[in-house]
C-alpha cells in the first residue's frame, strides 16, 4: 500500500538553530498535510499543500510541497522551545478516502 | 480537540480482558477514525467509518472490531487483550464536505495491558 518516508526520526537542537523535516512518497500525491503533536498530546493540524512546487508560510515555518508532487518539507527558523513535539506529514490514502501518516519527525529544543 | 471527546483517558487492563474504548463527536461530521500510536511507529490506522451503515479495515485491524452507534458515536473494542496492544490510542473525525479532509484528533487513550 501507499507510504509516506519522513526523516528524520529525531532531531535535537539548540534553541535558535533551525530545524528541517522531510516527507517522501514513491507515489504521486494529490495533497500533503502537516500536523503537529505536543507531548503529551494530540496531533493538530497545520498545513494542507496541494500545487505542484507550492510553498506556504506560518510565521517561523515554511512548508513546501516539490515539484513532482512526491515530496514536502517542513522547516522552522530560530526554533523556540514552544516548537517542541512530533511533526507529521500526512498523505491522501487515495480511493481509500483515509490519510497515510508518516511515523514523524521528534523535535527537541535545549534552551 | 474539545468536540471529539473520548473515554476513558487512561484504562489498565489484564490479558484475555475485554475491553473498550469510545468516542463521542460534536463536530457533526461524517467520518470517523481510530488511530493506534506507538513510540517511533507513527500513526497506524485501525479501523474507520464514513457514515454510520459503513465500517472498513485500516492498516492494523487484527484483534479490534469498532461499533458506530449512531453519526456521533464510535467505539473501538478489544475482544481479549494482549500485552502489544498497550499503546495510545486517538479517535479522530472529518468533514465528508470539507476538500481538505482535515482530521481532528481526541485527546487520547492510553490503555496498558498487563
Known amino acids: 500500500g501507499q507510504q509516506v518516508m519522513q526523516i528524520p526520526q529525531y532531531q535535537h537542537v539548540q534553541e535558535g538553530e533551525d530545524f528541517t523535516t522531510y516527507c517522501n512518497s514513491s507515489?504521486?500525491?494529490?495533497?500533503i498535510q502537516w500536523y503537529k503533536q505536543r507531548p503529551g498530546g494530540h496531533p493538530v493540524f497545520l498545513i494542507q499543500?496541494?500545487?505542484?512546487?507550492e510553498v506556504k508560510k506560518q510565521k517561523r515555518l515554511t512548508f513546501q510541497f516539490g515539484e513532482a508532487k512526491k515530496n514536502s518539507s517542513l522547516h522552522i527558523t530560530a526554533t523556540q522551545t514552544t516548537d517542541v513535539g512530533t511533526y507529521f506529514c500526512a498523505a491522501d490514502g487515495g480511493s481509500q478516502g483515509n490519510l497515510i501518516f508518516g511515523k514523524g519527525t521528534k523535535l527537541s529544543v535545549k534552551p | 480537540d474539545a468536540d471529539v471527546t473520548q473515554t476513558p483517558r487512561n484504562r489498565i487492563t489484564k490479558t484475555g480482558k475485554r475491553i473498550m474504548l469510545e468516542c463521542s463527536q460534536t463536530k457533526g461530521h461524517d467520518r470517523m477514525y481510530w488511530y493506534r500510536q506507538d513510540p517511533g511507529l507513527g500513526l497506524r490506522l485501525i479501523y474507520y467509518s464514513f457514515d454510520v451503515k459503513d465500517i472498513n479495515k485500516g492498516e492494523i485491524s487484527d484483534g479490534y472490531s469498532v461499533s458506530r452507534q449512531a453519526q456521533a458515536k464510535f467505539s473501538l473494542s478489544l475482544e481479549s487483550a494482549i500485552p502489544n496492544q498497550t499503546a495510545l490510542y486517538f479517535c479522530?473525525?472529518?468533514?465528508?464536505?470539507?476538500?481538505?479532509?482535515?482530521?481532528?484528533f481526541g485527546a487520547g487513550t492510553r490503555l496498558s495491558v498487563l
Open positions: 479522530a473525525t472529518s468533514d465528508l464536505r470539507d476538500p481538505s479532509e482535515i482530521q481532528y
Open positions: 507515489t504521486t500525491l494529490s495533497n
Open positions: 499543500l496541494v500545487k505542484s512546487g
